[in-house]
């Protein structure tokens, strides 16, 4: 069945780090892929998304590109932030599925000032 | 403004009680969602709906139930069968096929 693998958190960075998050995913057809973050207490909001192999979705200085001879859609940012400490969320959408989303487990990330 | 209203944000009830979980939409959209979380796990889905008077079992629906009466509104009502009922429950709603969910703020119940 499809399956969303996220790397293992918690990651704690400084200030300024590169944040790299990792996500592989395995499906039977083409699906679409979004990142989602959580802050403490509520619910998920889209960071970005990518429908079809080689877009780059972006948001708020995060990319993730959609690779699919690796079946990967890795979060990157170049500078983090303390406010972007959060669990991000990895998931896939596939329309033979009837547009449910399946999820990663979820990577906490922790930066330090 | 558009969104997904949760309501109440935290509940607690004693065990063996039935007790119904409010999520409420003005997204006009046709499917909606509930996830369960678990601290440090993922999303688990309970039910979801993709239009009004309809609606199927998601992966972990044993002890919950549900309804669709309205494009609007789909509460959840965590029944005193479900065995570990203390958790996070989001609410989504979903305006197409391979579109993005929207997320409620969640709603935290604590049974003892």
Not at chain 1, 31 to 53: D, H, I, N, R
Not at chain 1, 59 to 76: D, P, Q, V
Not at chain 2, 24 to 35: G, K, P, S, V
Not at chain 2, 67 to 76: A, M, N, T
């Amino acid at each position: 069945g499809n399956s969303v693998t996220q790397m293992e958190g918690p990651v704690t960075l400084s200030e300024e780090a590169f944040l790299t998050i990792n996500c592989t995913y395995t499906a039977t057809g083409y699906p679409s892929l979004f990142w989602y973050v959580q802050y403490p207490g509520e619910g998920l909001q889209l960071l970005l998304k990518a429908t079809k192999a080689d877009d780059k979705g972006s948001n708020k200085g995060f990319e993730a590109t959609y690779r699919k001879e690796t079946t990967s859609f890795h979060l990157e940012k170049g500078s983090v932030q303390v406010s972007d400490s959060a669990v991000y969320f990895c998931a896939l959408s596939e329309g033979n599925q009837g547009g449910k989303l399946i999820f990663g487990q979820g990577t906490e990330l922790s930066v330090k000032p | 403004d558009g969104g997904i209203t949760q309501s109440p944000k935290y509940l607690f009830r004693k065990e063996g009680q039935n007790v119904t979980l409010s999520c409420e939409q003005n997204l006009n959209h046709d499917a909606m969602y509930w996830y369960r979380q678990d601290p440090g796990q993922g999303l688990r889905l309970i039910y979801y709906s993709q239009i009004v008077n309809d609606f199927q079992k998601g992966d972990i629906a044993e002890g919950y139930s549900v309804s669709r009466e309205k494009k609007e509104s789909f509460p959840l009502t965590v029944t005193s069968a479900q065995k570990n009922p203390t958790a996070f429950y989001l609410c989504a709603s979903q305006g197409g096929r391979n579109s993005p969910l929207h997320f409620g703020n969640g709603t935290r119940l604590t049974v003892t």
